[in-house]
């Protein structure tokens, strides 16, 4: 058995070197030598956060993977529309609601789209679960690291294990079509496993739990040998594999513009291995601005749930809902975590589609009254946001906002939330590494304007004071 230590950080005692007084003299003078006067970013128009002054995103780049559409721009002005959603051109609600009608799970259709442009013939669609069945167990050694060297967070191991993957590729550093198509398939293949063994040793190593290590099962989807990899029975029901799986499809791509798969734009330029950009991707989405956003939700919900006697009390909800805007509950971030989004306005389709679905998980869990609590702030949210506004903004429940619950009726860990996603937007990743590859642009460099306003000379150590 490895010894672990399991103390977090180390203490900043009197003893260290770098001790508490140190580091805090130290705050002080990074602090200072980093502060940029806000009116400068106006002056020089940057684009803060790549996004234009009315929100919108600066355009720097082409994808025929996804695309997502919550506006129309009329005479300069934007006007807010209902969520559209596409894969390869391909409406996501007609893919979701194709498959559900046919009773089979949709992902692994969902990464054929994704990753070769096109909706797969029945053969096709059984030799590439084929191929995807034939490449999700991982290799030993790979298994053994992830099992030996646990992570308190799920995130940080899973790109250790991406990074790991490059070991066992007699080719890592091959940037080939083939060759990243190959890694690609493996890293889409095997990114549940990775997460759910992962999860398996972080709750055997730091919280005594018993150590669950299966493989994968042929013939099992994507979100059917998830759930059996990470509970203790292997047990799931129909309806909660669908449910999982259509959180997959949702989660698989969202254009090239949000953050991880931009990140995954950026370091492919540098013409890096496979395994660098999707470990890169993978802690990107490992924020809580983007991956870990429906944890937030759910805390907020938590405490909503704890304040509120009556649930049913449209009142009251809007109520909290105020102070939570004016910052006297909450997190104080002011924020209502789950509603609005960067691109939709009137609506979320992601939210739409996850929505119809968790109402019937809430029915046969008999959690219908928390599924109410979350519609009656979807409904009030917004116009509670827009009191007392000069200028309304269009607002609209986000995927985020029903996915934390949707995990919590599957009786999945919030550990687990975010890996999710990452298992899911990989296939988005992957294609938008291909097509960097293919359409071989320059390397990402986009201009920082030095604004210092001084230049001082050069002291020797001598004379400095």
Avoid at 330 to 340: E, H, R
């Amino acid at each position: 058995m490895v010894t672990r230590n399991r103390k977090a950080t180390p203490e900043l005692t009197s003893g260290s070197v770098l001790n508490a007084e140190l580091l805090a003299k130290y705050e002080e003078k990074s602090r200072a030598c980093a502060v940029i006067d806000p009116k400068l970013y106006a002056k020089y128009n940057v684009k803060r956060g790549l996004r234009n002054e009315d929100g919108s995103g600066v355009l720097v780049g082409l994808t025929r993977v996804g695309s997502v559409h919550g506006y129309v721009v009329s005479e300069n002005e934007i006007v807010p529309v209902d969520g559209v959603q596409y894969f390869r051109g391909i409406d996501v609600q007609d893919l979701v609601h194709g498959f559900q009608k046919e009773k089979r799970p949709g992902f692994e259709e969902t990464a054929f789209l994704l990753l070769f442009g096109y909706l797969p013939t029945p053969a096709e669609l059984k030799e590439w679960c084929d191929v995807l069945d034939s490449r999700r167990t991982l290799p030993y050694p790979l298994l053994e690291k992830i099992i030996r060297e646990p992570s308190r967070d799920i995130m940080n191991s899973l790109a250790r294990s991406v990074l790991a993957a490059y070991s066992d590729d007699e080719t890592p550093d091959a940037i080939t079509i083939p060759s990243v198509l190959r890694q690609s398939i493996d890293l889409i293949a095997q990114f549940s496993a990775m997460a759910a063994y992962a999860y398996q040793a972080k709750m055997h190593y730091y919280h005594g739990e018993s150590l669950f290590i299966r493989n994968p099962v042929p013939g099992r989807s994507t979100a059917e040998n998830f759930l059996t990899m990470i509970r203790e029975d292997a047990a799931y029901t129909p309806l909660e594999a669908e449910l999982l799986d259509l959180c997959l499809v949702l989660h698989a791509e969202h254009g090239g513009g949000n953050n991880s798969a931009f990140t995954t734009h950026v370091v492919t330029s540098a013409a890096t291995d496979t395994y660098s950009a999707i470990a890169a991707a993978t802690l990107s989405l490992k924020g809580p601005r983007h991956g870990g956003a429906n944890i937030r939700v759910m805390h907020q919900m938590d405490e909503i749930k704890d304040a509120l006697e009556d649930w049913t009390d449209e009142k009251a909800i809007a109520d909290y809902l105020r102070r939570i805007l004016r910052k006297e509950a909450g997190d104080g971030s002011g924020l209502i975590y789950g509603l609005g989004h960067a691109v939709y306005t009137l609506s979320d389709p992601r939210a739409v589609l996850l929505k119809e679905k968790a109402r019937e998980l809430a029915e046969s869990k008999d959690r219908m009254d928390e599924f109410r609590l979350y519609e009656t702030i979807d409904r009030i949210g917004p116009a509670v946001f827009n009191e007392g506004r000069e200028r309304k903004k269009e607002l609209c429940a986000n995927v985020d906002f029903y996915s934390g619950f949707v995990y919590d009726m599957l009786n999945i860990p919030m550990d687990l939330y975010t890996p999710l996603f990452a298992i899911s937007r990989v296939v988005g990743w992957c294609a938008h590494r291909l097509e960097e590859l293919v359409n071989g642009g320059p390397i990402v460099r986009p201009a920082f304007k030095a604004v210092s306003g001084y230049y001082l000379p050069y002291k020797p150590l001598s004379d400095r004071v």
